[in-house]
């Protein structure tokens, strides 16, 4: 079985200002890897995702991603957040070796300052 | 290419009442899966379905919910004699084949909020 591990609840940032939202894995088995953003009231929107290849993945909005084997880790960076950033970032995982259940780590809130 | 629809958004039940949420796939998709996020959670999984079959509801409540994904129509989630526990949003994502198995990406509806009153 498969968890995520979303080690920040909040995340306050100013304008312009670079982000990290951290998330760790466990799994047995080979996995993918996402991220989706949720905005107030809305559905989950998939930023990115990590199927096999360059461990640094490329996303919308400017989002990128590095996976880490080792480190069971697939961070999300952004270099430079707007205000229009403020908003839930959920990491999740599905298990390469089954079908498509995705578990979802506990999400991450992004407030961007003004 | 209409995305995932879900209806209706906003669902307010009383203790006792049944909810029933429609969930339609993006075209071409014929994988549904339903989770919910309960307030200040991340999503869980619920159930997986194929038109008409269930392929994994292990994370469904034993009692009062239930799931069906006919030939024809929406995926309907259905919950009995709702309780405030189960207030929450209640998302469906659709993809085309084996979702994320074969590195496809299940897409998300806008959910449905459910109040019990």
């Known amino acids: 079985a498969q968890s995520v591990t979303q080690l920040d609840s909040q995340v306050p940032v100013f304008e312009e200002a670079p982000v990290e939202l951290r998330c760790n894995y466990s799994?047995?088995?080979?996995?993918?890897l996402f991220w989706y953003v949720q905005y107030p009231n809305q559905g989950l929107q998939l930023l990115l995702k990590y199927l096999s290849g360059s461990t640094l993945v490329k996303g919308i909005n400017g989002f990128e991603a590095e996976f880490n084997k080792s480190q069971t880790s697939f961070h999300l960076r952004k270099p430079s957040v707007h205000i229009s950033d403020t908003a839930e970032y959920f990491c999740a995982v599905s298990d390469q070796t089954s079908y498509d259940k995705v578990i979802f780590g506990p999400g991450t809130s992004l407030s961007v300052i003004p | 290419n209409a995305g995932v629809m879900q209806n209706p958004r906003h669902l307010v039940r009383r203790r006792g009442q049944e909810a029933r949420l429609r969930c339609s796939p993006m075209k071409g998709h014929s994988h549904v899966y339903w989770y919910r996020q309960l307030p200040e959670e991340g999503l869980k999984f619920m159930v997986y379905l194929q038109k008409e079959n269930i392929i994994d509801e292990s994370g469904m409540p034993k009692e009062r919910f239930s799931a069906e994904f006919p030939k024809e129509g929406p995926s309907i989630l259905r919950i009995q004699q709702v309780v405030r526990g189960d207030s929450a949003a209640y998302f469906c994502?659709?993809?085309?084949?084996?979702?994320?198995?074969?590195?496809?990406?299940?897409?998300f509806g806008p959910g449905t909020r459910l109040t019990v009153l």
């Open positions: 799994s047995s088995v080979s996995v993918y």
């Open positions: 994502a659709s993809s085309p084949s084996a979702g994320a198995r074969v590195g496809d990406t299940q897409y």
